[in-house]
Every structure is written in C-alpha cells, then in structure tokens.
C-alpha cells in the first residue's frame, strides 16, 4: 500500500510547507510554532514576509514609544512589534500599539486581542505605503480601534503624524477635527494626553 499523501490544511504548518496554505489558509495555531529566518504577519490565512526596515524607521518608532509610555495613564499599556488578534487568519503587528491592560494574562499572552487597542501608531517605509495607508487603516477601523496615527516624512522631509479618529456609523477613520496632521509637536488628549516634540524624534 502506497503512502497517504496529506494537506497541509490537515495539521500544523512546518517549515517546509508554510508557503503552501490550504485552500481556507492557515490559522494562527496552525502557524504560531514555526521557526522561520525572518518576521512575518498572517494576513488572511497566508505567512506574509515583514520587510527590513531602515534606521530612521526604528529611530522614530522606538522614541514614540518611550514617549508614549512616559505618558501613558492607567489601564493602558505601550509596545512595539507586538502581535495583535485581529481574528485566527489575521495577526499583526503594527510598529506601535496603546492597549487596555485589564484582563489579560501576560504570563500566557502571545497576541494582544484587537478588541483591546485604544491605538495603533505605523511608521511608514517604501515599502509599507499601501500596507499602513490603505489595508491597515481599514482593518483596524473594521475591528473598531478608537485611533490610528500614521507617520511619515512630508515631502519637504519633515516629520507628519496623521492623526485618524474612528467613526462608527461608517466603520471607517476621519482625520482628527482639530488637528489632523501634526508637525513640530504633537499634542492630543486621545488615547490620554500625550505631548511629543516631533523635531527632536524625527532627526
């Protein structure tokens, strides 16, 4: 008798057959145990290979983080390049994320659940524009994150923090009424009173 031959859909992906998803695509606990050389995200169903970044990206995402734990208030908690639970086919991680804390257990925690973002910051790189412009917002809007803060260099080469506010009768972001794009300094009371001097982070 013939070897039984198998799906990957059947079991656990390994790491020779992680770039082969079943036709449903691979969930989280099909996936979370693999040792891959490099980062990567699950996006529906399907391991998607993280990019290298550039100094400047790490730069500006690890100074906002640190300014943003400085002046983060209770039950909220910052860090970078944690997996999120968007649902079993969709783990991401954004460069930072602001979170309610109760509740989770962070002994056993591997993926912050969505549901318990109050923000999401993304810095962005050549090769992320579409990612954190266009298919980030709109997940995390469907997911109904209250805030979503996209950072980039204007064209003059200095530091923007476009600052989005959910909408929940669209499902969507709007920019931020009184200050949708800020320059020179951030200040905002949402997610809790934050105040950052963008020149000293940027260069």
């Known amino acids: 008798m013939g070897a039984v031959m198998t799906t990957p859909g059947q079991g656990r992906a390994t790491e020779d057959t992680w770039m082969f998803p079943p036709a449903d695509g691979w969930t989280f606990d099909q996936v ?45 908690e910052v860090v970078a390049e944690q997996c999120v639970m968007v649902d079993d086919q969709n783990t991401n991680k954004p460069d930072v994320i602001v979170f309610d804390s109760r509740k989770l257990n962070f002994l056993e925690l591997e993926c912050i659940p969505v549901e318990k973002l109050a923000l999401v910051v993304e810095v962005v790189s050549p090769g992320s524009r579409q990612d954190d412009r266009v298919r980030k917002p709109a997940l995390f809007a469907a997911s109904k994150v209250p805030f979503y803060w996209r950072v980039e260099l204007d064209r003059d080469g200095q530091l923007a923090v476009h600052e989005y506010w ?5 499902r969507s972001y709007f920019p931020a009424p009184m200050h949708p794009v800020h320059r020179d300094k951030l200040i905002t009371e949402v997610p809790f009173p934050v105040e950052i001097d963008l020149a000293v982070i940027g260069f």
């Open 32 to 76: 979370k145990h693999l040792e891959l050389p490099f980062d990567w995200e699950l996006v529906d169903g399907r391991i998607v290979v993280r990019g290298q970044t550039k100094y400047w990206h790490n730069r500006v995402r690890d100074r906002l983080l640190i300014a943003l734990e400085a002046t983060r208030a209770e039950p909220y």
């Open 166 to 170: 959910f909408n929940a009768d669209t």
